[in-house]
């Protein structure tokens, strides 16, 4: 896939315009003023420490699933699957968080994160095995564990995880093993900056180092083409970067659960849902399968949630307003001939030029 | 009761109906796969299908109005399907999941925006599309087997036959498997490869139209969210399990079926948790899939590597 290119900017403002449209022609139809929902919408994603430090917040799991999507989709296997990695991974951090009762303050977290990724990635193996030496579809396999695993999961906490008769939840995760919350007045803790780290250690990986590059190969550059003759000429065996990368994909998935527990909720509940495994597809396409393109539009994508639960919380606007007009959005994004279509005009041709280096 | 009990007529009925959604969709991803496509979007077509059968038999008052809008409902999402794959160039897998999102959160929020309700939607005023007493079987042996179901469920086993016929014994047919098979060679051979991927894009999504008002008009008169659960990407494995046949499709989907209604009976016998019964169908769609695996392995040591360059 070519890098960021001027077009791939320019059809995602264009996007932006029509979707915001949409949002305009849908709020009016649906008797609501757009301009003051919007002003609202602004002012619940960005106005104020509040405000911020939740989108911030928000943004967390976002940026790991999106992460997790681009490791996978660039080894050219479609995992669909961070979903199911993010259940069970939030499972067995809350598990280990109140089951190790005898290790120290860091050491606990960071086992309590071990676990979640060991789990997540072990959720991703069923599916890569099946791939890549049987050829079943990786992306029905890894849908069908996404359904597998919420059942599993509220299983799991109705029985044998559950906290004696009080409540369909988990115990509460002994107190080494948090994350810190920094503000009396917001969830956002530790496992931002974790997000990022892992956002920026794996662009370095990907793009930077041999074990990336192998990586990399076995998706030919392209999505959704594992089985890739470009790194059997390179003498790169693809069949282990694939499950290489859907074992890692499914770890930082798992990850993504396991800092929703440690740090924001502090025990699993039966209600817990996750829908950031799908999001974090989406936001994976639109930051053009790169791992800081990914961390750039999920920031984006939370302060849009956030913006949409203030209007659902402030008016009737329903919040899954947000969520239709990132599909739509993703349907500009994603249509390659529209795109290349603009190739026709000279001046964007010229300022492609100018503006990206082109990879081949 | 004893475990055996649970082997009589109303578990048949009970498979009947558990497996006409997952063979509707399955005859539709048959035939897609056949022709080259992997269509992922149809889980959405099908709850896009139920929400927009049971909002227009609401306001309607009419049955046949529901069942006509939402099949409607369920081609025009085809129809965004087919524009974004092929007219605007979009990966098929990116415009499905794209269109799954768009109809989950599409439909919730018009659950909201229309009927002010989270969660679930039903009034006495939806009217469902009632069940056909067949005349001829009237007391008769055969009446408590094969009388008294919902158009859909007779539907499927008219496609089984029509689509086996269709499937194997036209030019139709054979046009769409060579679309499948060597797309090159096809078109060669004068077939348009693109207009047999649309007829079956379209074909799928009258389907999945028809598969989803199945589930809000036909099985229950009512509508829940997310209420296609997961029946899209399973039809999927029934086709993949099926071969990409009719036939075999159909028979993957009874099987799909009697694993759904063998779990709901089992819970009056044993005190069996209600999770890992609503898990049944998904674990038995992961243990189809190892199979499909282990066959395909064999399959694939038959053929020489390199020669499907």
């Avoid at chain 1, 003051?36 to 911030?56: H, M, P």
């Avoid at chain 1, 919380?313 to 001939?337: D, G």
């Avoid at chain 2, 081609?75 to 605007?88: D, E, H, I, K, R």
């Avoid at chain 2, 897998?93 to 999102?101: F, M, T």
Wanted: proline content about 3%.
């Amino acid at each position: 896939m070519e890098k960021f290119s001027f077009k791939d900017v320019l059809i995602l403002f264009a996007g932006l315009f029509i979707t915001a449209g949409i949002a305009y022609a849908i709020l009016t139809i649906t008797g609501f003023i757009p301009l003051d929902i919007a002003k609202l919408f602004y002012e619940g994603a960005f106005v104020g420490q509040r405000n911020i430090l939740n989108t911030l917040n928000i943004a967390t799991p976002y940026i790991l699933t999106s992460v997790a999507t681009v490791i996978s989709f660039r080894v050219g296997m479609f995992n669909i699957g961070i979903n199911g990695s993010m259940y069970v991974g939030a499972l067995y951090a809350a598990w280990a968080g109140y089951r190790f009762t005898t290790l120290g303050e860091y050491t606990h977290v960071v086992v309590c994160m071990l676990v979640a990724m060991a789990v997540g990635s072990l959720w991703m193996l069923l599916p890569a095995l099946l791939r890549v030496y049987a050829g079943v579809s990786e992306i029905i396999s890894t849908i069908i564990l996404n359904f597998v695993a919420v059942l599993f999961v509220s299983y799991m906490c109705n029985g044998p995880f559950r906290e004696a008769p009080i409540a369909p939840t988990t115990p509460r995760i002994l107190e080494t093993a948090e994350l810190t919350q920094y503000f009396p007045n917001s969830q956002f803790n530790t496992g931002f900056f974790i997000a990022v780290f892992v956002a920026f250690l794996t662009y370095f990986v990907l793009n930077k180092t041999t074990f990336g590059y192998e990586l990399r190969s076995g998706g030919d550059g392209l999505v959704g083409f594992y089985p890739s003759r470009y790194s059997t000429y390179l003498g790169i065996p693809s069949n282990r970067s694939a499950i290489t990368g859907m074992l890692i994909s499914g770890a930082i998935g798992g990850l993504a659960g396991g800092l929703e527990v440690l740090g924001n909720t502090r025990n699993f509940y039966q209600e817990m849902n996750f829908n950031q495994g799908f999001d974090g597809i989406l936001i994976a396409i639109i930051g053009k399968l790169e791992p800081l393109g990914g961390l750039i539009s999920s920031l984006f994508f939370a302060a849009f949630k956030n913006g949409g639960l203030f209007v659902d919380y402030k008016t009737e606007v329903s919040r899954e307003i947000v969520v239709i007009l990132i599909a739509i959005l993703i349907f500009f994004v994603s249509s390659q001939k529209l795109v290349n279509s603009l190739e026709r005009f000279k001046i964007i041709q010229k300022l492609d030029n100018f503006f990206s280096r082109k990879v081949k | 009761m004893e475990w055996f009990e649970i082997f009589d007529i109303s578990l048949f009925r009970s498979l009947i109906r558990s497996a006409t959604p997952i063979a509707l969709i399955g005859f539709g991803a048959a035939m897609c796969s056949a022709a080259g496509v992997l269509n992922i979007g149809l889980e959405g077509k099908m709850l896009n299908a139920a929400f927009i059968g049971i909002a227009a038999s609401y306001y309607s008052g009419s049955a046949l109005t529901g069942f006509i809008c939402g099949v409607l409902a369920g081609v025009l999402t085809a129809v965004l399907f087919g524009v974004l794959s092929y007219n605007l160039g979009a990966d098929e897998v990116l415009a499905g999941l794209a269109i799954n999102i768009f109809a989950i959160a599409g439909t919730r929020y018009l659950l909201e925006t229309l009927f002010k309700r989270r969660g679930f939607f039903s009034d006495p005023s939806i009217q469902g599309i009632d069940p056909i007493e067949i005349g001829f079987l009237k007391d008769t042996r055969l009446e408590q087997f094969l009388s008294g179901y919902t158009p859909s469920i007779y539907l499927v086993f008219f496609l089984a036959v029509v689509l086996y016929f269709v499937y194997y014994r036209t030019r139709l047919g054979t046009a769409i498997r060579a679309t499948g098979e060597n797309p090159e060679a096809a078109e060669d051979a004068g077939i348009n490869t693109l207009r047999m991927k649309w007829l079956t894009v379209i074909f799928s999504g009258v389907l999945a139209g028809i598969g989803g008002t199945f589930l809000s008009l036909e099985n229950m008169t009512l509508f829940t969210e997310g209420m296609s659960a997961g029946k899209g990407y399973i039809g999927l494995v029934a086709s993949s399990f099926g071969n990409n046949t009719p036939l075999g499709t159909f028979g993957a989907s009874i099987f799909f079926g009697l694993g759904d209604a063998i779990g709901i009976r089992l819970q009056g016998v044993y005190e069996l948790d209600s999770r890992l019964i609503l898990m049944i169908p998904y674990a038995l769609t992961v243990i189809i899939l190892v199979l499909i695996g282990v066959r395909q392995i064999y399959r694939v040591r038959k053929v020489p590597i390199e020669s499907k360059e």
